[in-house]
């Protein structure tokens, strides 16, 4: 099993900046360096969607975020971050950081924003952006 706490949220104004954190509580048997990790979003009245994801030695971005924002991890910590910079009124949100283990993905294989692939969830943490 895989608990999720994220931190970091809060009030910012446009052009301001965040980093959110989330820390990973990982089984014994598995390794974290074996898990996708991914930062998903959800507006009031629109669907999740996927921000950016990190694993495998590979990093992706929704195109929303792509340029303002980096995705990075501390193995050691069992801690994937989201650093977004340039926010804007748009990237007001609640985020949920995610996780599915991939044992057989190698190196270099893709972890993708489609909210399905994740089987592991945060309770997530409110961004507000002020214009």
């Known amino acids: 099993q895989v608990q999720l706490v994220e931190s970091g949220g809060g009030s910012v104004q446009a052009g301001g900046s965040l980093t959110l954190s989330c820390a990973a509580s990982?089984?014994?048997?598995?390794?974290?360096?074996?898990?996708?990790m991914g930062w998903f979003r959800q507006a009031p009245g629109k669907d999740r969607e996927g921000v950016a994801a990190?694993?495998?030695?590979?990093?992706t971005y929704a195109d929303s975020v792509k340029g303002r924002s980096t995705i990075y991890q501390d193995n050691s910590r069992n801690t994937h971050y989201l650093h977004m910079n340039s926010l804007k009124p748009e990237d007001t949100a609640m985020y949920y950081c995610?996780?599915?283990?991939?044992?057989?993905?190698?190196?270099?294989?893709?972890?993708?924003?489609?909210?399905?692939?994740?089987?592991?969830w945060g309770q997530g943490t409110q961004v507000t952006v002020s214009s």
């Open positions: 995610a996780a599915d283990h991939r044992p057989r993905q190698g190196f270099g294989g893709d972890c993708r924003l489609g909210d399905y692939e994740y089987s592991y």
């Open positions: 990982i089984a014994t048997y598995s390794s974290y360096s074996s898990y996708c």
């Open positions: 990190i694993g495998f030695g590979s990093t």
